[in-house]
């Protein structure tokens, strides 16, 4: 079932490159986002899909339609063709695809990332933190700081985003005079 | 390796050169936005694709399960998604403000501008 979801994925993608309309550019976006929700959701990982669909699939695709709506939603033909950005995507996709061939295969439980770090978690995540979603005790607990440096992140875009929208809304205002 | 045991690595390797061919080729700005998210949620899949364990569970702990996936994947992809929708956020401000300026969300509008200035 994953493999079907990951093809879907796959052609949302193509449809994304091909099509020119940037309204429908973007609802393809907001699918390609609810199809990456079920895989991580298919793939065991049920808190990163609930955030990739509130997230990716919800607060993006908003963002994205307000800015349509305040610019313009047909792309322009391309002034020269894309050969050399294609040769260049072509050939790191080459390199990556030759990178794999020497990783563990899918679900493999000898794998080393299953066998180094992870299993401590699980088994004594519970005992010291007292949560039972291990992925809540390392977010929260054992790497709390790395969390607080998130909503650091997040808080200095918004500052970023007042900043540069502040400028226009005070510009707009004195137009009309 | 078999195409089976690889499948989802090569899915994530087409989702991340697709992505990155968007934001090169095209010259269109919400576009590139669009084709810097599917790089972006690429990685995701990067991430979190090997640590699923055929048989296993969601990493909550209950006395009914032995086998879980991978929770640490899943706290680096947590934090990223957050990080990259702030990203996305900054990105698409910068996008209006280069609406306002030059009236135009086509790079070879804006560069045909400035060489003209």
Do not use: C
Not at chain 2, 45 to 56: D, R, T
């Amino acid at each position: 079932m994953i493999s079907v979801l990951l093809t879907l994925m796959a052609i949302a993608t193509t449809a994304i490159i091909v099509q020119r309309n940037l309204f429908a550019v973007v609802i393809l976006f907001g699918i390609y986002s609810f199809l990456m929700a079920t895989v991580l959701v298919a793939l065991d990982a049920v808190d990163v899909g609930m955030t990739e669909a509130s997230v990716g699939a919800g607060i993006s695709t908003v963002l994205f339609l307000g800015v349509l709506y305040l610019t313009r939603s047909e792309e322009m033909k391309p002034m020269h063709r894309p050969l050399l950005p294609l040769a260049f995507a072509l050939a790191t996709g080459f390199m990556l695809v030759y990178g794999t061939l020497g990783l563990p295969a899918f679900s493999d439980p000898d794998a080393p990332m299953h066998r180094h770090v992870a299993p401590r978690y699980i088994n004594e995540g519970l005992r010291e933190t007292g949560v039972p979603n291990i992925v809540t005790a390392v977010l929260a607990s054992y790497r709390g700081y790395d969390t607080l440096g998130e909503t650091t992140v997040v808080f200095t875009a918004g500052i970023g985003v007042i900043a540069l929208m502040r400028r226009i809304r005070r510009r707009r205002r004195e137009q009309p005079k | 390796m078999t195409v089976a045991s690889h499948y989802s690595y090569w899915v994530t390797i087409f989702l991340a050169v697709a992505g990155l061919y968007i934001v090169i080729a095209r010259g269109n700005l919400v576009k590139k936005l669009v084709g810097l998210s599917i790089f972006q949620t690429s990685v995701y899949l990067l991430y979190i694709a090997p640590g699923k364990l055929i048989g296993g569970t969601a990493p909550i702990v209950s006395s009914e399960f032995q086998v879980y996936s991978n929770p640490l994947p899943h706290v680096l992809i947590l934090t990223a998604i957050v990080v990259g929708v702030a990203t996305l956020a900054l990105g698409l401000a910068l996008v209006v403000r280069l609406k306002e300026a030059y009236g135009s969300i086509e790079e070879d509008e804006i560069l045909a501008q400035d060489r003209d200035a």
